[in-house]
């Protein structure tokens, strides 16, 4: 079992930035790829990006490329999502994700194992 904390939600202006943080606990942590995913009521849950263990692959949706990075530190079993030029459009509740095997198809929310409970970003125009 892999429990995942989010962090760092907020409301920020937009042109804003803000960084997540995804904070994973368990024996069982090591060698999990993270997604990033974010929701909106009435709406599916939208893939953002997703970075693989090694931290040597990163996958972006294309709404959020070049704006948004994702990063890890391995150490601290913590990935991180820094959020630049943020738009209204960006507000939602956003979740990180865990799964061992994640590839070109992290985008898909099925395929991830574990979820965390989600921050509320709220970007303001």
């Known amino acids: 079992q892999v429990l995942l904390v989010e962090s760092g939600g907020g409301l920020v202006q937009a042109g804003g930035s803000l960084r997540l943080s995804c904070a994973a606990f368990?024996?069982?942590?090591?060698?999990?790829?993270m997604g990033w995913f974010r929701q909106v009521p009435g709406k599916e849950r939208e893939f953002v990006g997703a970075?693989?263990?090694?931290?040597?692959?990163?996958f972006y949706a294309d709404s959020v490329k070049g704006r948004f990075t994702i990063s890890r530190d391995n150490a601290e079993y913590t990935g991180y999502l820094q959020m630049n030029r943020l738009k209204s459009e960006d507000t939602g509740t956003y979740f990180c994700?865990?799964?061992?095997?994640?590839?070109?198809?992290?985008?898909?929310?099925?395929?991830?194992?574990?979820w965390g409970q989600g921050t509320q970003v709220t970007v303001s125009s």
């Open positions: 970075i693989m263990w090694s931290g040597r692959s990163t």
């Open positions: 368990g024996r069982a942590r090591s060698g999990y790829g």
């Open positions: 994700a865990a799964d061992r095997g994640i590839g070109d198809s992290s985008w898909n929310r099925l395929i991830w194992d574990y």
